[in-house]
């Protein structure tokens, strides 16, 4: 597709109940971001893979959370034993990364995933 | 990565030119500084990317002095539809420099 396409658009889980979320980036992006974003706050980071590089999980906020990205396209989010104050938008974004110090490359975010748990 | 501070929100009228400034007062050599726009239940857009002096594209323009401790986004002629929120990033591309923290942004609310 043109652009970053994520699924679902909006998700509603029972608290305890797992949950994944899924982003298919653009056709040649390395780079992948994964962001959360509570009602009215900024975004808050969470995870980023680069190639064949181990991931960046510095932003997980806990070990519910987990990603893989499969063959450097496809990347899903999954979130265990879901609890309220896991509710939010869950963004995606891609990119391609300069090499050297070329400065930041154009990030693309997906729609978003609206997550409620109930 | 280098912190940044802007203002919460900020009030404008349709017709008006808004300027919006971005502290980064420990920003690196290497550090670009970029501009990204988020409407309502969208994902953040870019605006505008620059290193130094103006930048000026059809969307905004980006004024960096010569320090670069600070930047300043600047709409002409809002409309309606430039109510969003306004974020300004701060890094390099190797440094994986997306996985800076955007903040709040700056909410920008533009008025008939």
């Known amino acids: 597709g043109a652009g970053v396409s994520q699924s679902p658009s909006n998700k509603v889980t029972e608290k305890g109940k797992d949950v994944e979320l899924r982003c298919d980036p653009i056709s040649g992006h390395t780079a992948l971001y994964w962001y959360r974003q509570s009602l009215g706050q900024g975004l808050e980071f969470l995870i980023y893979?680069?190639?064949?590089?181990?991931?960046?999980k510095s932003g997980l906020p806990s070990d519910r959370f987990s990603a893989e990205r499969t063959g450097g396209s496809v990347s899903t989010l999954t979130i265990q034993r879901t609890q309220q104050e896991d509710s939010a938008v869950y963004l995606c974004a891609s990119s391609f990364v300069l090499s050297g110090t070329g400065g930041l490359t154009e990030a693309f975010f997906g729609q978003g995933t609206r997550l409620t748990v109930v | 990565l280098a912190k940044t501070t802007q203002p919460i929100s900020m009030d404008s009228y349709e017709g008006q030119e808004v300027n919006i400034t971005c502290s980064h007062n420990?920003?690196?050599?290497?550090?670009?500084i970029t501009w990204y726009q988020q409407f309502p239940s969208q994902g953040p857009r870019f605006i505008i990317q620059g290193y130094k002096t103006k930048v000026t594209n059809e969307v905004a323009s980006l004024f960096i002095p010569a320090d670069r401790k600070s930047s300043t986004l600047s709409l002409p002629r809002v409309s309606l539809s430039d109510t969003a929120v306004y974020y300004c990033?701060?890094?390099?591309?190797?440094?994986?420099?997306?996985?800076?923290?955007f903040g709040a942004g700056t909410r920008l609310f533009v008025k008939a």
């Open positions: 420990n920003i690196a050599t290497n550090d670009y």
């Open positions: 893979f680069q190639g064949n590089s181990a991931p960046d």
């Open positions: 990033l701060v890094g390099d591309g190797s440094t994986g420099g997306f996985k800076t923290i």
